[in-house]
């Protein structure tokens, strides 16, 4: 069955670092595009970012330059490098499978989801 374990989340201050994992099996992990979105508590599940299973990639406004998605498909892992992190990047955040590339910005077309990890930016 397919699953997505996310690892990395943590908490750092403002203006540092982290790298989250997104373990992924049970399925053909090159064929699909990823994605990443986050929830902070009292607010809807926001899109962070994107990668098609071509490798194109793009970004929310609020992470572009920031945060770089990358995946290695010999380890059938997705990251997410997060810099310059911000308090507002609080939230837990959760990698998916992207089984449609229509609107990809949205949860609707993600259909596996990880458990979440939670990331803590400190002011």
């Known amino acids: 069955q397919v699953q997505l374990v996310e690892s990395g989340g943590g908490l750092v201050q403002a203006g540092g670092s982290l790298r989250l994992s997104c373990a992924a099996s049970g399925y053909i992990f090159s064929n699909y595009g990823m994605g990443w979105f986050r929830q902070a508590p009292g607010k809807e599940r926001e899109f962070v970012g994107t990668?098609?299973?071509?490798?194109?990639?793009y970004y929310a406004d609020s992470v572009k330059g920031r945060f770089t998605m990358s995946r290695d498909t010999a380890k059938n892992t997705l990251y997410l490098q997060m810099n310059s992190l911000k308090p507002e990047d609080t939230a837990v955040y959760y990698c998916a499978r992207r089984f449609s590339s229509v609107r990809p910005n949205t949860p609707a077309s993600y259909d596996y989801w990880g458990q979440g990890t939670q990331v803590t930016v400190s002011s």
């Open positions: 990668i098609s299973w071509s490798g194109d990639i």
